[in-house]
């Protein structure tokens, strides 16, 4: 009897240090706190990160693009750099919130999924899809551009966790209203699926973000991005 109870007060001296141990781990987790850095000085950008982006394309045969395409594709890549650098997205996506773009199906498994919204359950916090979306300073998009047939509704697409972006080539035409900045809202949207976020309607009514779009995070990111450029824009930063 005395042995039962000296086995059963180890076994609980031992819960409750692995309890207590995984508590600290919890309360010690560091909380990555976006580096700051100055404004440079000739720029009224205020940046929070150095992201450098690299963007390859390639073109099928049969799709039609402006002849000042490639320069469209620079002018892009600069916006989202500056985009992606500046305190003006982080700020933005911080703000919000987002619904389990992995709710039906987890097959996504290219970044450790953090939760964490102000809604409880399984929303994600837009600190957590900013921290997905840039882990490092440095990253690269790779774009093939089609004619998808006589299809006018989708803009293009990606795979979660995929590697490639697949855009169409009906809507890129200098008539676009400022074509580079609507490029680089439309890449965002789609890096932030190769980021591992899918769409999920199908994420229960129960939840008070199921049905609404802007609670999508491949939305949401692509959104901040027109945001901000419009932002920016109005303000005379960039034309
Ligand atoms: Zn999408």
């Not at 469209?72 to 650098?85: D, G, I």
């Not at 097959?107 to 964490?116: A, I, P, W």
């Not at 994420?203 to 802007?214: A, E, F, R, T």
Request: aromatic share 8%; glycine share 6%.
């Amino acid at each position: 009897m005395k042995k039962i109870f000296q086995i059963s007060l180890i076994i609980l001296t031992a819960s409750i240090m692995i309890g207590s141990c995984s508590k600290s781990k919890e309360a010690s987790a560091p909380e990555e706190e976006p580096k700051k850095e100055e404004p440079k000085s000739n720029s009224p950008i205020e940046t929070v990160k150095d992201i450098k982006l690299a963007v390859t394309y390639t073109v099928t045969t049969d799709a039609t693009l402006p002849s000042t395409f490639a320069d469209t594709v620079k002018r892009t890549r600069e916006l989202l750099e500056m985009v992606f650098s500046s305190k003006d997205f982080r700020d933005e996506l911080y703000k919000r919130n987002f619904h389990d773009s992995a709710y039906t199906k987890s097959t996504s498994t290219c970044f450790n999924r953090v939760y964490g919204g102000t809604v409880a359950g399984r929303s994600i916090a837009g600190k957590a899809v900013y921290d997905n979306l840039l882990p490092n300073g440095t990253f690269s998009i790779a774009v093939n551009i089609r004619k998808n047939g006589d299809n006018t509704t989708t803009l293009g697409s990606a795979s979660a966790c995929g590697s490639r972006i697949t855009t169409n080539d009906y809507w890129l035409r200098l008539s676009e209203k400022r074509l580079a900045q609507r490029l680089a809202r439309h890449w965002a949207h789609e890096y932030t699926h190769i980021r591992g976020y899918r769409h999920d309607s199908n994420v229960p009514s129960g939840y008070k973000w199921g049905s609404d779009v802007n609670k999508d995070p491949a939305y949401g990111v692509g959104d901040v991005v027109g945001d901000v450029l419009d932002k920016w824009t109005a303000a005379g930063i960039i034309k």
